[in-house]
């Protein structure tokens, strides 16, 4: 008689371990999941931020080295705001490629030389609240962009012409 009641004591605490253990094993996989999604909101937060100021600085980079030929480059303005200009010859006609800033836009238009540019004709490229270009010596070009959060970027970037001694 007495086996009866310790093998029905031992089945009892067999079978609190074991919803004591998957209570834990829930707990645990809960807090894992909230950590888990906190960790996503900011790695996705983080991507969003550096994407406007990545998009613009490679977009700016490589329409510079597109044009890296001599005279193709210079500074103008577009409505008001300074403008990164590149010529291209089509069929024996000039363009010229603004890059500038309009409400917290960094645009570009593609129009033929001797058109006034209109700032609100220009297509999105990416969301800045600051763009910059300096002309600086020997070919050379500072273009400091922000983004809406205030971070930066500078880019140095080199014509191709001009005087090529360092």
Known sequence: MNLNRSSSHSHSVCRLFTVVLLGLFLIFLLV????SAQAYRTATKGTQQNNNLYTA?????????QHDSSQSIFTDTV???P???MTDTVNDQQYI???YLKEQHLKELF???GNTP???MGTNIASLSDFQIQQET???YRITLKDPDSNTSSLLLHSGFGNNSF
């Open 32 to 35: 894992m999941l909230l950590f």
């Open 57 to 65: 600085s490679s977009y700016i980079s490589v329409k510079f080295h």
């Open 79 to 81: 409505d008001g705001s």
């Open 83 to 85: 403008a990164l200009c």
């Open 97 to 99: 490629t603004y890059i």
């Open 111 to 113: 129009t033929a030389a």
């Open 118 to 120: 209109s700032a609100q």
């Open 138 to 140: 020997d070919g050379f």
